[in-house]
């Protein structure tokens, strides 16, 4: 039986903005990436987010981003490799701490926005991300997009890679996101997203800008936590998940 991790981002308020929907994501994600202060995110509500998955056995991912709270993580940044790797470390020994009081613990790291387009072929800010992971802990598996330059890195590095895809999210013909800026960047209609979603678990596929298909080998599936309508959209992409099939789990 085919499966599949869904994941999505949470925790992505600042003391009293909240924009997500946190405790509704969590009743259909199998896996968390919590914003850990940068680009949003507080203590309180790190430490919330984290009881709150712990209690429905939701996996914890780190959602490190570069330091852009007015920018929420979105703006082209240029930090000093060393510098980001010491802030990649921060941001996972800061969630590690709610992590562990919540009876669990960091167990993958994602990078959020610009951080994680600019890596996909920046090799130098991809080796420091990596960089900042061994220092918090050389065993925690990254998520990042198929034949980025982050995952080749950090798998050179014996880190555990997990490959990811997004529902919601239009692709170029070369297999990468589409800029947010552009028109037709984020899916909105949510039986495209759910096609998309069954497509990609089962097939492997999703349709590209340009209206062709093209090949995105994915163990895990991204939805925005920040988009309208996220949880509804969530509930009906894990209905069509696992009626079209697809067990949805958290990945090993």
């Not at 999505?8 to 405790?23: I, K, P, Q, S, V």
């Not at 509704?24 to 509500?45: I, K, P, Q, Y």
């Not at 996996?59 to 570069?66: C, D, F, M, P, T």
């Not at 167990?107 to 960089?131: F, T």
Request: net charge negative.
């Amino acid at each position: 039986m085919t499966s599949i991790d869904l994941n999505a981002d949470l925790g992505e308020g600042f003391g009293r903005w909240r924009l997500t929907d946190d405790e509704g994501l969590l009743s259909v994600v199998t896996s968390a990436n919590v914003a850990c202060g940068f680009h949003a995110g507080d203590a309180a509500t790190m430490r919330r987010v984290c009881e709150l998955a712990a209690e429905r056995g939701v996996r914890i991912g780190a959602q490190v981003s570069y330091r852009d709270l007015a920018g929420f993580g979105r703006r082209a940044m240029d930090v000093p490799p060393d510098e980001l790797a010491a802030e990649v470390a921060y941001q996972i020994g800061a969630l590690e701490v709610f992590t562990r009081a919540a009876g669990a613990r960091v167990a993958y790291v994602k990078p959020h926005g610009a951080l994680y387009n600019r890596v996909v072929h920046d090799e130098e800010q991809a080796g420091a991300v990596v960089d900042g992971v061994l220092l918090a802990d050389a065993t925690l598996p990254v998520l990042g997009l198929p034949g980025s330059r982050f995952l080749d890195v950090a798998e050179k590095a014996g880190l555990p890679v997990v490959t990811e895809a997004f529902a919601d999210r239009a692709y170029t013909q070369e297999g990468t996101l589409v800029p947010r800026g552009q028109e037709g960047a984020v899916i909105t209609d949510p039986d495209a997203v759910v096609e998309r979603s069954t497509n990609l678990a089962r097939f492997g596929v999703v349709t590209a800008h340009s209206g062709r298909d093209i090949a995105v080998r994915a163990r895990s599936l991204c939805l925005h936590g920040d988009t309208p309508g996220a949880v509804d959209l969530a509930r009906r992409v894990r209905k069509g998940l696992e009626e079209s099939g697809v067990r949805v789990e958290a990945f090993a």
